[in-house]
């Protein structure tokens, strides 16, 4: 009885560190290589100012001062003011908030809706393969920007149905790379000892292989979110995705452009926000890449 | 303890044709041999045996019952296998309570914590191993706790696929001690196929010599040494394997 108890506890103790062990490995892996630590970083500034967006803003982002129109940057106002005497900064810092709600539902979705599509029809092979390789194919021999356009375009646009282009046009090649994975697992022994052990196909695939998918989906995901913003970007500038006066970088570039000549800080500022953040997560899916490497995981 | 009959089997992959109905008796609690070259029909018997690899045909009995008309579960708990290779056949990331706790988990098997202790203490591993990840494991340990995970469900036939070729000569004498303590312990019935004539003769009452997906000769364990062969293949076979073991 005792005997059992302390080894219940040590069950415990164990079973928790595990994937924390895992992650204080990675985040000190990737701390300690330079480009991947400015990845983290810009990354942490940019949650750390949606987070407390309110407090950092000096002005509110929607009021007009059109005494002030397309003052350049002083004291006042650190990045200048639009066309409107908008503080250029405090809508840069309250449009933090609309990319990381974008990139995050957009990984949200993407995940999981590539990942199961790739699991299953990697895993079943055959006839469920080919038709679930043949939707896919039909979303990939697309543009993404092109198919995201005509669903923003057919469902109205907004900021919403802009997630839910972008999501409809970022899930193919994640399903595309989980189906390679599984393919390379799915006749390997401890897929056959899972099976000769009564485990359901579903069973299989959530057990075994979506662990072994996970790593380079999740580098995956995190190069996809540079496109994912640059894309949102995109329709923001085209006008199709968050609507004015929201405060979204690319369409911040689009009502800059007009005064771009004149007034450079319009333009300069989303531009640069735009830059930094897209390369950021580029910077830290390859940091990933390294740190999540399998050869590597052993050697910790 | 209980026989193994496999009775017209035949498989095809594709154009090729792997298995020209093969038929095997296995007494009950008989370790049985299956010998043969590469590519002779070994594995394949044990795959399409245990539905590993379904569309062959024939008929495969545990008893008296084919394994087509068992459910998935009598299936699992008559039947378990274990694989030639101990670093692909445990899964990277799963720690060995995982591994051993799954198919008490699909089963219903209550008294989990208990009966992991039991596997392993049946393999002679100690129970702190239930916390290890296969790469904190030897290829021995490796391939005990993949003899812990068939023996869990507490199968009556044990199918091994060349348990031992993957691992070095002083580990192979430690796992087949153990295989046969756990026979004569348990009363398991062994068909197990090798390509190492020394290993068979250590284990095997009986075996098969195979080749090119065909049964040549059912043999006793003193035609081994006993030049008792009587097809010139299995003759073969056997005199070259030994005049190896000679040079060695």
């Known amino acids: 009885m005792t005997m059992s108890d302390t080894s219940r506890a040590t069950d415990a103790r164990r079973a928790m560190p595990q994937s924390l062990i895992a992650l204080r490995n990675i985040c000190v892996f990737l701390a300690r290589t330079p480009t991947s630590a400015f990845g983290l970083i810009v990354l942490g500034v940019l949650i750390f100012t949606a987070i407390f967006a309110p407090l950092i803003a000096t002005h509110d982002p929607y009021v007009q001062d059109l005494q002030n129109t397309l003052a350049p940057p002083d004291a006042a106002h650190f990045f200048g003011t639009d066309e409107l005497g908008r503080d250029i900064f405090s809508r840069l810092v309250h449009g933090s908030r609309i990319t990381l709600t974008i990139i995050s539902l957009v990984t949200v979705v993407v995940g999981p809706i590539g990942l199961f599509m790739g699991t299953v029809a990697g895993y079943f092979g055959g006839r469920v393969d080919t038709v679930l390789m043949r939707i896919t194919d039909i979303f990939l021999s697309f543009p993404s920007l092109i198919l995201s356009l005509a669903f923003v375009a057919a469902l109205g646009p907004s900021l919403n149905n802009a997630i839910i282009a972008i999501s409809l046009t970022a899930w193919p090649p994640i399903a595309r790379l989980a189906r390679a994975e599984t393919m390379t697992f799915r006749k390997a022994d401890y897929i056959a000892a899972a099976r000769l052990q009564g485990a359901s196909p579903a069973r299989i695939i959530w057990k075994s292989i979506v662990p072994m998918c996970l790593p380079s989906v999740m580098i995956r995901l995190t190069l996809n979110m540079a496109t994912v913003i640059l894309t949102a970007a995109g329709l923001g500038f085209l006008g199709l995705g968050a609507q004015p006066p929201m405060p979204e970088w690319g369409a911040m570039i689009a009502t800059g452009r007009r005064y771009m000549i004149d007034s450079w800080w319009l333009v300069t500022f989303p531009g640069l926000a735009i830059l930094s953040v897209s390369l950021a997560f580029n910077l830290l899916g390859d940091g990933l890449r390294d740190a999540l490497d399998p050869k590597q995981m052993m050697k910790r | ?248």
């Open chain 2, 1 to 248: 303890m209980i026989p193994v009959t496999i009775e017209q089997m035949s498989m095809r992959f594709g154009a090729v044709k792997v298995l020209h109905d093969v038929n095997l008796t296995v007494q009950a609690g008989e370790c049985f041999g299956l010998i043969g070259e590469s590519g002779s029909g070994k594995s394949t018997v044990l795959r399409c045996a245990s539905l590993l690899q379904d569309g062959w045909r024939g008929r495969a009995m545990i008893g008296d019952t084919s394994v087509r008309d068992m459910s998935v579960a009598q299936r699992c708990r008559s039947l378990q296998m274990v694989f030639q290779d101990p670093y692909g056949s445990l899964h990277p990331r799963h720690s060995v309570r995982t591994v051993l706790s799954e198919p008490l988990k699909i089963h219903a098997i209550g008294d989990a914590p208990d009966r992991m202790r039991a596997a392993l203490r049946d393999v002679g591993l100690p129970a702190e191993f239930l916390d290890r990840y296969p790469h904190q494991m030897s290829g021995g340990q490796r391939q005990r706790v993949a003899i812990a995970r068939a023996l869990i469900l507490d199968p009556k036939v044990v199918f091994l696929d060349e348990p031992t070729s993957a691992l070095d000569v002083s580990v192979q004498a430690e796992i087949l001690n153990l295989l046969m303590r756990l026979r004569s312990e348990k009363g398991f019935t062994y068909i197990m196929v090798s390509h190492d004539l020394a290993v068979v003769d250590h284990m095997c009452e009986r075996f098969a010599v195979m080749q090119h997906g065909r049964i040549v000769e059912v043999l006793d364990r003193d035609a081994i040494t006993g030049a008792g062969a009587k097809t010139s293949y299995a003759r073969e076979l056997i005199g070259a394997s030994l005049a190896y073991e000679n040079a060695l």
